[in-house]
């Protein structure tokens, strides 16, 4: 009975041994820690026992290279947001946190239903703040992930000090795959940068605090371009001439103003001057997503970088920059196709049918195309669009925040008789 406790004792040890991050084996992690120990945040005593009990998680970076955002069209991402219960919940959170919403909106000027949508995409009203540990999911990133292992050290080096500085264990903290907390799902540099105590008790808890993380929300869109008492997009256009429609685009900057837009044709607001900055937008809830392993091209989608489309195909950004002829800066556009390298699948055989893609969504998913309306649709995009962009890159989710904030303030006013 001793030998076998034993034996298991050893088993245990050898298995922590190996999970362990050296930091001498992970130099990207090591540069990390010998900055927060120059800068008099740790001593490296400290963080040796800190990363010892972390591992490099592959379920984390095989998530990294498959967001939402980018592997779904925008009917299927905007149905996923879009649900029945998710809107009803949003009403119900809003009329439990009315007081601190409505503060929130008259100190800020960003609109309660922006803020219970972001919460409700993010977290789903705080019922879903993440199951990774982010100590293993910022390690991993820093180490096996090079093409954004830059930025994921700098929130590694945040994520610590944020632990440091709340008193926190940074090895007990759970999260999204890319380390975000909380009702907000903040990233620790925007939780360091733009929490704040909401509350009045004396700390910002983002993770257990609704109401702080109700003001942080609102502080956070104000510090980065919210503009108040403006619109984020204008309502869905279905026709436009040729002109506006080659303007569409899906860069996150506003580029026109609503002077030239109406010199090329654009109908637009009486109530937008002529000077208003302004983009133009069109999303498409008929398009097809094909299928990686079967397709020779892949057709470019909302949000797509060509870098990250590279990496889909497991290529290297040069190999698709000289098979497509892209400039330095891998310029794409919607609806573009490149050319890609792939390997069949093993189930397709010569002289086989194409396997169709698995988000066909005008065809297969009928209801999700109704939702999302007709193909294509064009929006005159705001400066408020383009701060939602700042919260998460990609322009599908600034319109699924929008259209979920305006589903959820609709029923509200209508259940509230306002």
Known sequence: MYLKILLISIVMVVAQQARAIDLEEHPEVKVVADKLVADGHYQFTELERI?????????????????????????????????????????????????????AEKEFGVPAEIIVAIIGVESKYGKYKGSYKVLDSLVSLVSSYPRRSKFFAGELEHFLILSKENNLDANQILGSYA???????????????????????????????????IGSIANYFIENGWKPDQPVTSKPVTKVNKTIADLANRKRKVQHTAESL???????????????????????????????????????????????????FSMPCKTLFRLNKLNSKGDIFRGQQLKVNTVKSKSTTAGSASKKGKWEVGKVDQKANKEAGPAPVYFYTHSNFYAITKYNHSVLYAMAVHDLSQAIAEKYRENHNL
């Not at 044709?265 to 097809?288: C, F, H, N, Q, R």
């Not at 909302?302 to 590279?310: E, F, L, S, V, Y």
Request: with cysteine.
């Open 51 to 103: 990363f010892a009990q972390a591992e490099i998680s592959e379920s984390v970076l095989k998530a990294m290279m498959s967001p939402a955002e980018y592997k779904f069209t925008w009917g299927k991402y905007r149905k996923l947001f879009l649900k029945e219960d998710r809107i009803a919940q949003g009403v119900d959170f809003w009329a439990r946190h009315k007081a601190q919403l409505t503060r």
């Open 262 to 312: 109406l010199a090329k044709g654009a109908v637009l607001s009486p109530s937008i001057t002529g000077g208003e900055k302004l983009g133009v937008l069109m999303l498409d809830s008929s398009e097809v997503v094909h299928d990686k392993n079967s397709a020779t091209t892949y057709i470019v989608r909302a949000g797509d970088t060509a870098c990250q489309i590279a990496e889909r």
């Open 179 to 213: 380390g975000a907390v909380g009702f907000p799902q903040f990233i620790s540099s925007s939780y360091r940068n733009y929490s704040i105590d909401f509350n009045g008790d004396g700390k910002t808890d983002l993770i257990n605090q609704v109401d702080d993380a």
